[in-house]
């Protein structure tokens, strides 16, 4: 063949290959994975799955003895999924895979012949209609605790209604405006488990962060925590004119409070991250380093729609008015924000669970107020069959490719029940895995487990928000719900390296809970945080420098994974010393805030040095409500401390 033919044949193929259709995500292939389970959440082995499009089968699996199944070569089109097990109904799930979806999820429920989920009756109730459209009982209404006036919610209960003592033995003293009941508290429990029920709060202690010589530790591994409820449970204290108890104060999470406005994400990122170093005002010869991140917020079409069970304990110990009244007037508000692609379900547990709304479309929004108003309180609290009860009704409505979460929303007495914590830390965590999240919002003084609900949401991938007024539970649900609701990365987690040519040592502020192992950075089996929708993350290490503090500081490396993916990915960004800080002044006043009401509560002089720092601040707007509200905290702090 000449040069010329060969010339003219390779022209050929080019134009060819030019011309050619490449294999788009449109086309695929894809994969659909997921485990199969029974009513109570048990794996299902040798169940028999077909995949079939327009009545043909395109592909077979059969799930092994952990449930799990895997349907593999699967291409964008409308799908029917059945499921077969011997003493088991049939089941078929339809779907839709679109071109965005690489990979979803579809978790499977097999119930046994002649078994349903029928809802329970809802109790009528006397009631006045809200300007939301829910209706609630007048006694109700009148006694719904108010962030304007947090002494209404001391009030809403008597010393007999609550019970209890502190660490020591006895109530904690203190009366507030119009004589309010001493909350009772039992502080630093280590042991703690599901069953035991001591009377008053209880949090889990917290083994303060030490520092470190960067020349043998220079890493520094944890997880992310958007966790936000220990800063709406230290405001209820000092708003009931007690200082908290120590354990009850986790810095990580009051400084988390605080939206920082830090850059978003690059596009195809669903995260950023932020560094700035600057003075530490507590210690003029150290130095902070401040590591922040933010998350994504997804246009709307990217959102399939919501899948949300709402479980709700109903058990004795939630009729006070800051429990279940205020959840109910917290989900009437929020029913109302739903949107046409959402769907919500409503399952309750106190003695026994059941299903008081089924899967039910936002579109029926009266049928949904209804349901959270017929809400009532009685008996005791087997949260566990609550837990899988809502588990399997969100499998029953999964949306592939959506948000699929359950909210519980309770006090966190679980003192009722036949699963013992390691089988419900389990079950929640085989339900994670499967594409459905947990959040845990608490309620309630006096009996509160903080640590038992902190303790969930950590392991169902979700986040915990304490909500002590009508306020709060709107930010969390209404105001900041895409963030509550929606995540955009699972399993976040951060790595430092210090340069111990610059730093000599280091300590990082809070996340005592959150530490993880070095080698657990890239470990993609490791849990870790999850970020929602336009959430940060904001952490403050403190640092003693050496000598030279010319050059980098710090190596901050970022690991995080699609909602629905098991691959993680990597960010790496370094930090050095200059530039403007915009955000560490406040992040620095709230951590002190936090590390002086934990460890030197009494301390006139650094609460002065506080407040003196937070009238100078030079607060952006967008946080001002917020910092008022900080510096309040503070005198109130302060002004407690004088009198004891």
Known sequence: MSRWSSALLVAVFALVAAHAQPLSPAQGPFVITGTVVDDQLQPVAGAALTLERAGTVVGRAVSDR??????????????AVRVSAAGFSDTTRRLT????????????????????????????????????????????????????????????????AIGGGSASGTQISGAGRGGGAPIPVMESRGNWNLDAQPSGDTYTPIDRNRFQRTINHPLSTFGADVDTASYANVRRFLGSGQLPPSDAVRVEELINYFRFDYAAPKKGRPISLTTEIGDCPWAPSHRLVLVGARAAVPAPREITGRNLVLLIDVSGSMQPADRLPLLKTALGLFADTLTSDDTVAIVTYAGTSGVVLPPTGAHNRERIQQAI????????????????TAYRTAREAFIPGGVNRVILATDGDFNVGLTGRRDLLRLIERERDSGVFLSVFGVGRGNLRDGTMEMLADHGNGNYAYLDSLQEARRVLIREGQATLEAVAKDVKFQVEFNPAVVASWRLVGYEDRRLAARDFNDDRKDAGEMGAGHTV????????????????????????????????????????????????????????????????????????????LDALDAPETLAVEIAELRELAATARGLARLR
């Not at 952990?66 to 799908?79: H, I, N, Q, S």
């Not at 108003?373 to 899988?388: F, P």
């Not at 930090?575 to 030197?600: H, I, M, N, Q, Y």
């Open 97 to 160: 895979m679109r071109s965005t979806m690489a990979r979803i999820q579809l978790p499977l429920v097999l119930t046994k012949p002649g078994r349903t989920t029928a809802p329970e009756p809802m109790p009528a109730l006397a009631a006045a209609t809200t300007p939301t459209g829910a209706t609630f009982s007048r006694d109700i209404l009148a006694n719904i605790p108010s962030a304007r006036d947090p002494w209404q919610i001391i009030n809403t209960q008597s010393a007999s």
């Open 373 to 388: 108003a017929g809400l009532g309180a009685g008996g005791s609290t087997n949260g566990a069959a609550g837990v899988i």
């Open 538 to 613: 904001t952490a403050l290490y403190e640092v003693i420098p050496a000598a030279d503090t010319a050059g980098e500081w710090l190596t901050v490396k970022a690991r995080y994974k699609a909602p629905d993916a098991d691959e993680s990915d990597l960010i790496v960004e370094t930090a050095r010393r200059g530039g403007r800080t915009r955000f560490l002044p406040l992040a620095s006043a709230v951590a002190e805030f936090g590390l002086v009401l934990r460890d030197a509560p009494r301390d006139i002089a650094r609460w002065d040095a506080l407040l003196h720092r």
């Open 66 to 79: 952990d449930g799990a199944y895997r349907l593999t070569a699967v291409r964008a089109g409308e799908y």
